[in-house]
């Protein structure tokens, strides 16, 4: 299993950072991996929420639908996705540290069946793209 964790912190409110996260067609924005997000259904963010995720991996177009499985305002969520490949979930905690918002953000990527060998690949995707998704969350949501 490959695991990417980002801490970060913003004198944004636990609110606004929560609602940013759980809004996954924001990542855009912040991951360098993902080159489109669509909403698939309507109405307000919640439990079962779904997202078309289409992201760059080892030179392909992979499109991936990410659903809600964890909705806990302001607090966290989780988001997971299940392909033929590998599965994948991000887990977001919003929390307060000291006077300011601290974000936690967990992203873990796992080869299914005899796939499960190429978790060393995954680990080297996620670390490079879960890097720069960081970075720039922290320097242009964050900061």
Same mark, same amino acid.
């Given at each position: 299993?490959?695991?990417?964790?980002? *801490? %970060?912190?913003?004198?944004?409110?636990?609110?606004?950072?929560?609602?940013?996260?759980? &809004?996954? *067609?924001?990542?855009? #924005?912040?991951?360098?991996?993902?080159?489109?997000?669509?909403?698939?259904?309507?109405?307000?963010?919640? #439990?079962?929420? +779904?997202?078309?995720? *289409?992201?760059?991996?080892?030179? /392909?177009?992979?499109?991936?639908?990410?659903?809600?499985?964890?909705?806990?305002?302001? /607090?966290?969520?989780?988001?997971?996705? #299940? +392909?033929?490949?590998?599965?994948?979930?991000?887990?977001? /905690?919003?929390? *307060? !540290?000291? %006077?300011?918002?601290?974000? &936690?953000? !967990?992203?873990?990527?796992? %080869?299914?069946?005899?796939?499960?060998?190429?978790?060393?690949?995954?680990?080297?995707? @996620?670390?490079?793209?879960?890097?720069?998704?960081?970075? @720039?969350?922290? +320097? #242009?949501?964050?900061?």
């Amino acid at each position: 299993m490959a695991i990417f964790k980002f *801490t %970060g912190t913003t004198d944004k409110s636990v609110d606004e950072v929560f609602a940013y996260l759980a &809004d996954m *067609t924001n990542a855009k #924005e912040w991951d360098p991996s993902i080159s489109s997000v669509e909403r698939l259904d309507s109405g307000e963010l919640g #439990e079962d929420s +779904s997202f078309r995720v *289409t992201l760059g991996f080892l030179g /392909r177009d992979l499109v991936l639908d990410y659903h809600v499985r964890g909705f806990d305002p302001p /607090r966290g969520l989780v988001l997971r996705a #299940e +392909s033929g490949v590998f599965i994948s979930e991000d887990t977001v /905690r919003v929390s *307060t !540290e000291n %006077g300011r918002t601290r974000l &936690d953000y !967990e992203a873990r990527l796992s %080869g299914k069946g005899v796939l499960a060998l190429l978790d060393p690949l995954f680990r080297l995707s @996620i670390n490079h793209f879960g890097k720069q998704a960081g970075a @720039i969350l922290a +320097s #242009e949501f964050l900061a």
